[in-house]
């Protein structure tokens, strides 16, 4: 089977190169990606041609004006623009373990979607990783995190469980399956089917929300947080704006109470 991988990116070429390194390394080759681009300088697109070549990767470059926070808005583009039946979103931020593609692949089922979560790094350990250690996945060591600065114990297990136990541990994490922007996939109909992204929402919980449709049409949440792996690097929040989050929460719970499972502002307002 074939996918899509889709993230986004703004202004953050340094970052964004670990982590197409993270998707050259993929033990399952068959996917695209997808950079959905919030409207970064050329300097990112001068990026994004450079990796292309140095990494052979199929790569497309959606790229829309920068008109403030409309993240929601380049994802749909992205959707629509994704050639294969099988979508993957992770961030621009996020270095993904070698095994990330093969492990959405393989759980893959029909009617649902899937959500993982991230290890999110200090910006020591986020600044000293290079190619060579993504390469070599030194950079998913705890022993290796631990001497470059990182000291969160709670994501231990992740980074150590695996086979069986991890998918154990999947099954019976008592935290919600909610879908996370930065780990998570589903089929492309299904996005389709509720709209994708509704554009209305800034940021705070606009993936969230989306997953609340899914699951009122009917899509089922499975999680693979101990199994699909990726690094999250730091950096700065300065679009967060509390009071747009606050509606983003009255949104979504509006959803929830009213069973919402399909949104107006979203996939049906763009053409492909």
């Given amino acids: 089977?074939?996918?899509?991988?889709?993230?986004?990116?703004?202004?953050?070429?340094?970052?964004?190169?670990?982590?197409?390194?993270?998707?050259?390394?993929?033990?399952?080759?068959?996917?695209?990606?997808?950079?959905?681009d919030d409207g970064s300088t050329n300097e990112t697109r001068d990026v994004v041609d450079a990796l292309r070549e140095e990494t052979n990767l199929d790569i497309k470059h959606i790229w829309q004006e920068d008109n403030g926070f409309q993240k929601c808005r380049i994802l749909n583009k992205a959707v629509l623009?994704?050639?294969?039946?099988?979508?993957?979103?992770?961030?621009?931020?996020?270095i993904p373990r070698k095994d990330f593609v093969e492990t959405h692949i393989k759980s893959a089922k029909p009617g649902y979607f899937l959500t993982g979560t991230y290890i999110k790094l200090p910006m020591q350990t986020s600044k000293s990783i290079t190619k060579e250690d993504i390469a070599s996945e030194r950079c998913f060591a705890l022993d290796w995190l631990r001497q470059h600065g990182y000291n969160n114990s709670k994501n231990n297990i992740k980074l150590t469980a695996s086979g069986k136990w991890a998918r154990f541990l999947n099954t019976f994490t008592t935290t919600n399956a909610n879908f996370s922007g930065a780990n998570a996939s589903l089929w492309k109909d299904d996005a389709i089917k509720v709209g994708g992204f509704d554009?209305?929402?800034?940021?705070?919980?606009?993936?969230?929300?989306?997953?609340?449709?899914l699951k009122n049409a009917g899509t089922i949440a499975e999680r693979v947080r101990f199994s699909a792996i990726c690094l999250h690097l730091d950096h700065s929040r300065g679009y967060v704006d509390p009071e747009l989050v606050k509606k983003n929460k009255a949104l979504r719970k509006y959803n929830e109470k009213h069973k919402v499972a399909k949104t107006d502002y979203g996939t049906e307002t763009h053409t492909q």
Avoid at 5 to 32: A, D, M
Wanted: net charge negative; proline share 2%.
């Fill in 199 to 213: 554009e209305r929402m800034h940021y705070g919980g606009e993936d969230r929300e989306f997953g609340v449709r």
């Fill in 81 to 94: 623009k994704a050639s294969n039946e099988y979508l993957i979103f992770t961030d621009g931020d996020c």
């Fill in 1 to 36: 089977m074939k996918a899509s991988v889709i993230f986004t990116t703004y202004n953050s070429p340094e970052w964004l190169k670990k982590t197409i390194w993270g998707f050259q390394q993929q033990t399952w080759k068959h996917f695209e990606i997808i950079i959905a």
